[in-house]
């Protein structure tokens, strides 16, 4: 079985500035997929960025990126530039990547993201 | 392409009482999931259909709930003799077969049924 860990509940950062939201995984897979996914307080979950397994090459989306370690088992995400629209809970989130196409999601509990003025 | 609806928005219901949650999937996706999620947690999985199948559900799944997608569209979901440890709300999302058209691998969620049990 699949585990994510994410050891912060919450952070805060200021208006422009980054931020970095951690998570750990546990799993006995080679081929899987990674995401962080945004649920603002209207409820409904946005995928924000997703990383394979078997790319080296961190990926990213405008102002959000992901340092991936696969060695460490760590996918944390970077966000820069904060802004206030970017206030919400951020969830990791990990699939694994043998069956075709996709599949059920395994979930951290979360990080709540503050931004303030 | 209107998105993955939920209705209701809310339930509120006592307990003992059976309730009954919709999930209407974007319409070309043939995978269509159903997840719990309790305040400050992070949503855990419940099953999945792919088309009318329901191919995994999970042991959080007891006998009290049970999911059908009879058609391959829109699914229910049913929880019979409600208690007050299934207040919750309850996510549903779908899929696209073809992983070249889903932003790999990514799902389309709804904005879920809040239940409350009282």
Known sequence: AQTVTQSQPEMSVQEAETVTLSCTYDTSENNYYLFWYKQPPSRQMILVIRQEAYKQQNATE???????????????LKISDSQLGDTAMYFCAFMRGNTGTASKLTFGTGTRLQVTL | DTGVSQNPRHKITKRGQNVTFRCDPISEHNRLYWYRQTLGQGPEFLTYFQNE????????????FSAERPKGSFSTLEIQRTEQGDSAMYLCASSHPDRSKINSYGYTFGSGTRLTVV
């Open chain 1, 62 to 76: 405008n102002r959000f990126s992901v340092n991936f370690q696969k060695a460490a088992k760590s996918f944390s």
């Open chain 2, 53 to 64: 199948a329901q191919l995994e559900k999970s042991r959080l799944l007891s006998d009290r």
